[in-house]
């Protein structure tokens, strides 16, 4: 599976956005999806998990609320709606997929990954 992943760009605090993750080869409904970040001068982190059905969801704790994971397997695609923006979710957004929604949930199991795409909040 090939992952890319755009949207990201500069907003003001309390902001939105919506990042996209566009999958080619392997069948993307097969498949797990997750964001994560990654800071500056941080380690990469677990955003947001879906099954392939769509049907189950997973949050960090400190975008719950304000983040929705969602997909559309007819295009491919997953995406991330990131509103109420803070500056601490400034970071490099990188899409994954994997087997098991709850492996990617707790970090492990991803066998893909997208290039990221640097999402940058304002105060």
């Known amino acids: 599976v090939q992952l890319q992943a755009s949207g990201g760009g500069l907003v003001q605090a309390g902001g939105s956005l919506r990042l996209s993750c566009a999958a080619s080869?392997?069948?993307?409904?097969?498949?797990?999806m997750g964001w994560f970040r990654q800071a500056p001068g941080k380690e990469r982190e677990f955003v947001a998990a879906?099954?392939?059905?769509?049907?189950?969801?997973y949050y960090a704790d400190s975008v719950k609320g304000r983040f929705t994971i969602s997909r559309d397997n007819a295009k491919n695609t997953v995406y991330l709606q990131m509103n109420s923006l803070k500056p601490e979710d400034t970071a490099v957004y990188y899409c994954?997929?994997?087997?098991?929604?709850?492996?990617?949930?707790?970090?492990?199991?991803?066998?893909?990954w997208g290039k990221g795409t640097l999402v940058t909040v304002s105060s």
């Open positions: 080869g392997r069948t993307f409904s097969n498949y797990a």
């Open positions: 994954a997929a994997g087997r098991v929604v709850l492996g990617i949930a707790n970090g492990y199991g991803m066998d893909y």
């Open positions: 879906i099954s392939w059905s769509g049907g189950s969801t």
